[in-house]
């Protein structure tokens, strides 16, 4: 599967910004997927994830941004998005997308085992 991120932008803190990672190239509700980040001098850390069609969509969010993000797909489009709310300084980073087949959330967010990388997205948060 070939994946398609996009979305990122600049914005000022307490924004909102949807992300979008966008699938091609086989059945992507078979794949669970991860978002992922990684901010200047840090290492890429999990973000959010929601599992394949077949776990029910079961999702995962790290303590970070939990209440503050939202995970979801939508079959018909072959789209899994990253709402993003209340946006922080700290939040600025580049969003990967990563699909792993057959994967619930957590699955979907190991990094070993990830099938397709997207190709990243920049997210500025300015204060």
């Known amino acids: 599967v070939q994946l398609q991120a996009s979305g990122g932008g600049l914005v000022q803190a307490g924004d909102s910004l949807r992300l979008s990672c966008s699938a091609s190239?086989?059945?992507?509700?078979?794949?669970?997927v991860g978002w992922f980040r990684q901010a200047p001098g840090k290492e890429r850390e999990i973000v959010a994830a929601?599992?394949?069609?077949?776990?029910?969509?079961?999702?995962y969010y790290a303590d970070s941004v939990k209440v503050r993000f939202t995970i979801s797909r939508d079959h018909t489009k072959n789209t899994v998005y990253l709402q993003m709310n209340s946006l922080k300084p700290e939040d600025t980073a580049v969003y990967y997308c990563?699909?792993?087949?057959?994967?619930?959330?957590?699955?979907?967010?190991?990094?070993?085992?990830?099938?397709?990388w997207g190709q990243g997205t920049l997210v500025t948060v300015s204060s």
């Open positions: 929601i599992g394949w069609s077949g776990s029910g969509g079961n999702t």
């Open positions: 990563a699909a792993r087949a057959w994967a619930g959330a957590l699955g979907a967010l190991s990094q070993a085992h990830i099938d397709s």
């Open positions: 190239g086989r059945t992507f509700s078979n794949y669970g």
